[in-house]
């Protein structure tokens, strides 16, 4: 018997996907030889600022991005690393985003419209009062120390391009880790 192609098509292939993800990120960021790898990033300059912000934007691996930072920190100033590193970190958040833009927010809004077929939520965040929220959280988001996907995901399900993304994400990615460089220098 041959099943047509409907019936391969896998529902939540994304959302399975990011599951599988956390988990395989959190197995792996248990593993000694994976933080002694990040421990001598630190020896290669731009290239280790660059991989290191794009570290900094995950849940699981900001830990990992800080280190190297405050590593770098030592031989470099807050500006250098702050724009070598917001650029690290726009190659991840634009990972992030395409995840997001190319299937997530579709798979999700599936759940959601099983969920809550009137659509409440929707047209609450599509109001004159709340349109702006999603972007604007998800900017703050990015703009803080807290990893960014949940900021990246407000503003992948907004009506962002990704030409807008990206400069946005490269101005607040840069900005945050220029100030929290700033503080540990500071505080050192």
Do not use: C
């Not at 959302?15 to 248990?30: F, G, N, P, R, Y």
């Not at 000694?32 to 630190?42: E, K, T």
């Not at 900021?151 to 220029?178: D, H, K, P």
Request: no cysteine.
């Amino acid at each position: 018997m041959k099943l047509a192609p409907h019936h391969l098509h896998w529902r939540y292939k994304n959302l399975t996907l990011a599951l599988i993800s956390v988990l395989l990120a959190v197995a792996v960021s248990k593993i000694d030889a994976v933080h002694q790898f990040l421990a001598g990033l630190g020896n290669f300059g731009y290239v280790s600022a660059f991989i290191a912000g794009g570290l900094f934007v995950s849940t699981f691996t900001v830990a990992a991005g800080a280190i190297i930072l405050f590593f770098l920190a030592e031989t470099f100033t807050p500006w250098e690393i702050g724009l070598i590193a917001g650029m690290g970190a726009v190659a991840g958040d634009l990972t992030i985003f395409k995840f997001v833009k190319n299937g997530l927010a579709g798979e999700i809004k599936d759940i959601y419209n099983h969920i809550d077929g009137r659509h409440h939520l929707r047209k609450l965040f599509h109001s004159k009062y709340f349109s702006w929220t999603l972007p604007v959280a998800g900017a703050l988001i990015i703009a803080s120390p807290l990893p960014d996907e949940l900021g990246v995901t407000l503003m992948g399900i907004s009506r962002l391009n990704t030409i807008q993304f990206l400069i946005t994400s490269f101005f607040l990615n840069s900005a945050g880790i220029f100030l929290i460089v700033s503080g540990a220098v500071l505080l050192k």
